[in-house]
């Protein structure tokens, strides 16, 4: 099946306002993902959709292909379903613009799973670290979003349960907090869908669950579809805030060397 790698890249970020031109590598850091996205092997195309100019021409500018999509989308999903729209391609991968350091070959893998199974969308997941026991990037982390696995569909793909910020199964014995962070799975934002079944998504209403934990894979729970899960052993380090990005900036410095 034919697939395409669409990459949403806002300018207005929260938490790291410009996030997409940060450039302190030498490169912008949407080159980054553009170019780790174009080592995939069952992808053939990799888009940047934007609201940006700037963005815009940053990636024409490095090469890469872009298209500008309506500034008003509240979800990448939404802005990936936009751009997907005119692409011909069976699957649509939705990666985040704040990857750079992603795994082409994780992504091949969501690729191959959402191929092989009938499930609405695909996803992926890994295990918490060991020693990921309180704070952030830790289960007890709102912002690391943690999903919940049901039937064993492979070997390492499971049907989705369900997806939370909070603490889901809640450790109610341990005392002192949780014991064994690497029985909890942290979710990628990485999604897999049907070109077809990402337009039915974009368009579906956005459901009680998906408003109060603000995570749009949940409207797929809500209607109803499946989501499956690859597990993978570790999630790339993603960039949210300036800290985060300096130590990815540190870490390309030291691979220079």
């Not at 890469?64 to 069976?90: C, F, K």
């Not at 289960?139 to 943690?146: F, L, N, Q, T």
């Not at 077809?196 to 109060?212: H, K, M, V, W």
Request: with cysteine; net charge negative; glycine share 8%.
């Amino acid at each position: 099946m034919n697939a395409a790698i669409v990459i949403p890249a806002r300018y207005a970020s929260t938490r790291l306002p410009g996030k997409p031109l940060l450039a302190e590598t030498g490169k912008p850091l949407i080159q980054h993902v553009y170019e780790q996205a174009m080592k995939c092997v069952r992808a053939s195309r990799v888009v940047v959709a934007t609201d940006d100019e700037r963005i815009l021409k940053a990636v024409k500018g490095f090469g890469g292909e872009a298209m500008m999509t309506r500034s008003e989308h509240e979800t990448g999903g939404a802005r990936v379903a936009e751009a997907a729209a005119g692409l011909e391609a069976d699957i649509i991968v939705n990666l985040q613009g704040d990857e750079p350091e992603i795994d082409p070959q994780a992504i091949d893998r969501l690729i191959e799973i959402k191929s092989g199974y009938p499930c609405f969308a695909a996803t992926l997941a890994c295990p918490f670290a060991v020693e990921a026991r309180a704070g952030a990037g830790s289960p007890d982390d709102p912002s690391a979003v943690k999903a919940l696995l049901g039937e064993q569909l492979a070997p390492e793909v499971y049907r989705a349960r369900f997806f939370t910020r909070t603490i889901c199964p809640w450790p109610r014995d341990a005392r002192g907090g949780i014991v064994s962070p690497e029985t909890y799975f942290l979710h990628l934002g990485v999604y897999a869908y049907a070109k077809t079944d990402l337009q039915r998504f974009a368009a579906a209403p956005i459901g009680a669950l998906e408003r109060a934990e603000r995570l749009e894979q949940l409207r797929i729970l809500e209607m109803g579809g499946d989501i499956a899960v690859g597990v993978i052993s570790e999630a790339p380090p993603g960039i949210d805030t300036p800290e985060d990005y300096a130590r990815f900036a540190a870490r390309m410095s030291e691979r220079r060397r």
